[in-house]
């Protein structure tokens, strides 16, 4: 082989490489597995966030109220929305969630509201309201299976609190925002 020729090609264990070539495949390789290391960990991550089908538990006494910030301590009266992007936002009364989503439009995947009289969630497709004396912001709503008598719709209980009305149609005003 000509001198200029070695100079150029270099012989690493017997295979004529061009200089440089060894040390750039070398980083090229660990991009490649720390951009793997990455991706793997970011699905793990995704796949693992799966999106509640159901309500989820709720840490009473703990868990704020995303539009007054209250804890929800009262089981009764609390709400989830469960939005499109995979967020849970918990209302501690039925009023503070018609005057959220008046303030802030979310499109919501489904909305579950505690029973005021059992120990279960009804989604918004099976649930009306009765009036009732107090609640925990004092929109005195509660929510109720769909078959209840005397009950209103979730429309009709929207429409109290967006117009600054209790449950019993006596006047509460809206908390400055």
Excluded: N
Aim: aromatic content about 8%; proline content about 7%; some cysteine.
């Amino acid at each position: 082989m000509p001198a200029e020729a070695a100079s150029t090609f270099p012989m690493h264990e017997g295979v004529l490489t061009r200089r440089g070539d060894a040390s750039r495949s070398g980083v090229i390789l660990a991009g490649a597995c720390v951009l793997g290391i990455i991706g793997v960990a970011l699905w793990a991550i995704m796949g693992s966030s799966t999106r509640p089908d159901e309500p989820v538990p709720v840490a009473w006494d703990r868990q704020p109220c995303t539009y007054c910030s209250m804890h929800l301590g009262e089981p009764a009266f609390a709400v989830q929305l469960h939005a499109a992007g995979g967020d849970v936002l918990f209302f501690d009364d039925p009023g503070c969630y018609f005057a959220y989503l008046a303030d802030h439009p979310t499109e919501a995947r489904t909305t579950w509201f505690h029973d005021l009289h059992q120990d279960r969630w009804l989604p918004e497709s099976m649930v009306k309201f009765l009036p009732v004396a107090t609640s925990p912001m004092g929109w005195g709503l509660g929510a109720v299976a769909l078959d209840t008598e005397d009950a209103m719709s979730v429309g009709a209980a929207r429409a109290l609190v967006l117009a600054g009305r209790r449950g019993d149609g006596t006047r509460r005003e809206l908390p400055a925002r």
